[in-house]
């Protein structure tokens, strides 16, 4: 099982971005899906996550801002993003929990930078 994330880039302070990331693979179903950002120098965070439910959840510092999104039929997750700031610039990585068979384990896409300019 592969993820694949897109959709970053240079956006202005105030502008909106979505970023997307497909699972590709053969025999497995997705569980949790989510979002990461790592800035340079700093640990990795949660941005957002998306159970099998819908249910959802945010980091504080994105509430209101952002919203994840999944498409069960796609295999794919998403976030959009306004209202942009600079403190949002990182590396995007989504994540999933995803099945193969019986094997439930944790995949991380490689990541999409997003900066944001003042």
């Known amino acids: 099982v592969q993820l694949q994330a897109s959709g970053g880039g240079l956006v202005q302070a105030g502008g909106s971005r979505r970023l997307s990331c497909k699972a590709t693979g053969t025999n497995f179903r997705l569980f949790g899906l989510g979002w990461y950002r790592q800035a340079p120098g700093k640990q990795r965070e949660l941005v957002a996550t998306i159970a099998m439910s819908g249910s959802t959840n945010y980091a504080d510092s994105v509430k209101g801002r952002f919203t994840i999104s999944r498409d069960n039929a796609k295999n794919s997750v998403s976030l959009q993003m306004i209202n942009l700031k600079p403190e949002d610039t990182a590396v995007y990585y989504c994540?999933?929990?995803?099945?193969?068979?019986?094997?439930?384990?944790?995949?991380w896409g490689k990541g999409t930078q997003v900066t944001v300019s003042s």
């Open positions: 994540n999933a929990e995803v099945a193969v068979f019986t094997d439930l384990r944790e995949y």
